[in-house]
């Protein structure tokens, strides 16, 4: 059974940083490019980071660039995102997603599993 577990959202101020985790099972972690969604009630579901399966390359949306950071863990099937100088748009339902094609690292429909999601929320 494939799971993906997200961890570590809550509410916090603007400006302030969170480290959501995700911890994966039930598939060859360490062969799957990971990434992180959002979603805001009323808007599709928002690309915000990937990484490598080997870890080797990352990338992250404008929107995001320079506050987050993707990394992972594969020997214990984990990854997180570190996010720094939150505002109050990145308010939202954050999840995490498998993939093992190469292409198409931003767009949903080519990601094979998905977790639950973890709020967010920043406040000003």
């Known amino acids: 059974q494939v799971l993906l577990v997200e961890s570590g959202g809550q509410l916090v101020q603007a400006g302030g940083s969170l480290t959501l985790s995700c911890a994966a099972s039930?598939?060859?972690?360490?062969?799957?490019?990971m990434g992180w969604f959002r979603q805001v009630p009323g808007k599709e579901r928002e690309y915000v980071a990937s990484i490598t399966s080997a870890g080797s390359l990352t990338d992250y949306a404008d929107s995001v660039k320079g506050r987050v950071t993707i990394s992972r863990d594969n020997a214990n099937n984990t990854v997180s995102l570190r996010m720094d100088t939150l505002k109050p748009e990145d308010t939202a339902v954050y999840y995490c997603a498998a993939k093992q094609r190469l292409v198409g690292h931003t767009d949903t429909r080519e990601y094979d599993y998905w977790g639950q999601g973890t709020q967010v929320t920043v406040v000003s």
């Open positions: 039930g598939f060859p972690f360490s062969r799957y490019i």
